[in-house]
């Protein structure tokens, strides 16, 4: 069966500081693959979706990236955080070139930028 | 450009009784996906239905089921015998076939009173 990580779970970073959340997906190969953020009590914000290793589609612009070094990894970075970038992230899959994007996320990270 | 409306942003049912709650979305497709997920306290997003356009019946998943109304773009969520396991925010989402991405409703909040 196909199984999504994520991690960090939690993670506290300062204003200006980096930032790498990693995605790993099981049991499945050639995965779409998605970053979403969720503001509190609000809905889902399609960051990046990626099709394909080195394939990344930007959603909204903004202070972050994602990377596809591996088929089944998605990186979400930053350079320097901001204030802003506080959010629940979450990771999700779908089969590549499925009928429906029927997608399954990930536990998400909560970060907290202070 | 397509979007999907839950209206209602909270709602309460008593244990052991029914619910249901309403999305409409908005789309020239005639081939398309909806889907009903569920986000526990915990925040993992969980898919609780699917239903594929091309098809009349209503579909259902043990204590949960669809109404469909194609014609009328609504796409509502009952929960019959509620349990307090059912408390969590739901999200409406449609994906046009074929399409990698879900277009996402803000949510709604449920609240299960034993």
């Known amino acids: 069966s196909q199984t999504i990580h994520q991690w960090p779970a939690t993670l506290v970073q300062p204003v200006g500081s980096p930032l790498s959340l990693e995605c790993t997906v099981e049991?499945?190969?050639?995965?779409?693959l998605y970053w979403y953020r969720q503001a509190a009590g609000r809905g889902l914000q399609l960051l990046f979706y990626?099709?394909?290793?080195?394939?990344i589609s930007s959603e909204v612009p903004q202070n972050l990236s994602a990377s596809r070094p591996q088929d089944r990894q998605f990186i979400l970075s930053s350079k320097k955080l901001l204030l802003s970038d506080s959010g629940f992230y979450l990771c999700?899959?779908?089969?590549?070139?499925?009928?429906?994007?029927?997608?399954?996320f990930g536990p998400g990270t909560r970060l907290t930028v202070t | 450009a397509q979007t999907v409306t839950q209206s209602q942003p909270e709602m309460s049912v008593q244990e052991a009784e029914t619910v249901t709650l309403s999305c409409t979305y908005d789309?020239?497709?005639?081939?398309?996906?909806l889907f009903w997920y569920k986000q526990p306290p915990s925040r993992q997003m969980i898919l609780v239905i699917r239903?594929?356009?091309?098809?009349?019946q209503n579909a259902t998943e043990n204590r949960f089921s669809v109404n469909f109304q194609k014609a009328a773009k609504s796409f509502s969520l009952k929960i019959s015998d509620s349990q307090l396991g059912d408390a969590a925010m739901y999200f409406c989402?449609?994906?046009?076939?074929?399409?990698?991405?879900?277009?996402f409703g803000k949510g709604m909040k449920l609240t299960v009173n034993p």
């Open positions: 999700a899959w779908s089969v590549l070139g499925g009928i429906s994007s029927e997608q399954y």
């Open positions: 049991g499945t190969s050639n995965p779409n």
């Open positions: 990626s099709v394909g290793i080195g394939q």
């Open positions: 789309t020239s497709e005639s081939d398309y996906y």
């Open positions: 239903q594929e356009a091309y098809k009349q």
């Open positions: 989402a449609y994906s046009p076939g074929g399409s990698e991405k879900l277009v």
